[in-house]
């Protein structure tokens, strides 16, 4: 296959200071469900993409619609309407598609839990391989960017159960912000719910979720973390969703917070 690269502009052309029409390729692809924004880029760099048999050298490439791009060879099919899946992933899972080590990924839960008419689907964001609880699933690489996105400021809410000793006191100390080892976190609002024996239920809530950040932090002020579940993302919750089931956002709720998440950035 040929490689489409730019055509440099010849001196005697004017400059075309019109809006070009349509987008990004990159961004079309992973509204697609192809992948996330980030990995068509990489795709892209591969030699993996190509228009009417023409392989693809930049992601900067604006195109109209989907017509005539390949991935892999085989045609991309048109967007699909954004569909938004809550996941209770159990523990001792990878948030991976797969791992060359052995170890069970959430899509081995998945294949027997998500809808027969279920497109392909990403996670939004990232659970540790020991942490359960919530994770959002979508065919919409779009929307999982936007979600993912520190800026977006979406809250997080977990609840550890730890072995140690703390008041509530120290927690509230954390709506401040901790730095640990170079490591900034922002404000966490963390609340002491009960107690059995040395064991604490602490209930979380974050907007940045780097990796690690609840076991890092409460490790940090002397507990030991040895149960650990998300609970809601947004406005999304866990609710009553059995361990390694799947329960499917209804389709106008989520047209509406993408919209007001990508209009908003929030």
Known sequence: MVKITPTPATPSEKPDNSKPEGHRIAKLLAR????????????????????????????????????????D????????PARLFCFNKPPGLLTAERDFSGRGTIYDA???SMPKDAPRVMPVGRLDFNTEGLLLMTNDGELKRAMELPSSGIPRTYRARAFGDISQAQLEDLMDGITIEGVRYGSINANLERRTGRNQWIELTLTEGKNREVRNVLEYMGLEVNRLMRTAYGPFLLGDIKRGMVSEIKQADVERYRKHLLTSGK
Not at 73 to 80: L, Y
């Open 110 to 112: 998945l294949e027997n």
């Open 73 to 80: 060879d085989k045609p991309v099919r048109k967007p699909e």
């Open 32 to 71: 697609a469900g192809v992948a996330s924004r980030r990995e068509v880029e990489r795709m892209i760099d591969d030699g993996r993409v190509a228009i009417d048999g023409k392989v693809l050298e930049t992601a900067a490439t604006i195109i109209p619609n989907l017509n005539g791009v390949t991935v």
